[in-house]
């Protein structure tokens, strides 16, 4: 039923940009945050970012200052900018969404991933 869908995932050499897109679909709960998380070969998948419905963000230290997230709620989009790109931003990138439920109870779900390549 739920189902989170990502897409710009592709080839970038490094100090270059692209842009992550995941849409959220078939589910009529809030949705409480959004995220992006990352999985390279042979190591745990870590949190690159998040963004409430509030708007709140926040980004592994890595990161900060090179990528931007960004949530459309009347879309169920949720966007991940990278910029100044570096080879160690290679991985499998995740689409992350948490669903309110109940007032007490949260539902979360995964995209498939997206292969995000940083050549050197």
């Known amino acids: 039923q739920v189902q989170l869908v990502e897409s710009g995932g592709g080839l970038v050499q490094a100090g270059g940009s692209l842009r992550l897109s995941c849409t959220v679909s078939?589910?009529?709960?809030?949705?409480?945050?959004m995220g992006w998380y990352r999985q390279a070969p042979g190591k745990k998948r870590e949190l690159v970012a998040t963004?409430?419905?509030?708007?709140?963000?926040d980004y592994t230290d890595s990161v900060k200052g090179r990528f931007t997230i960004s949530r459309d709620n009347a879309k169920n989009t949720v966007d991940l900018l990278m910029s100044s790109l570096k080879p160690e931003d290679t991985s499998v990138y995740y689409c992350?969404?948490?669903?309110?439920?109940?007032?007490?109870?949260?539902?979360?779900?995964w995209g498939q991933g997206t292969q995000v390549t940083v050549s050197s």
């Open positions: 078939g589910s009529s709960f809030s949705i409480k945050t």
């Open positions: 963004i409430s419905s509030a708007g709140t963000t």
């Open positions: 992350n969404a948490i669903f309110r439920v109940t007032t007490s109870r949260n539902v979360e779900y």
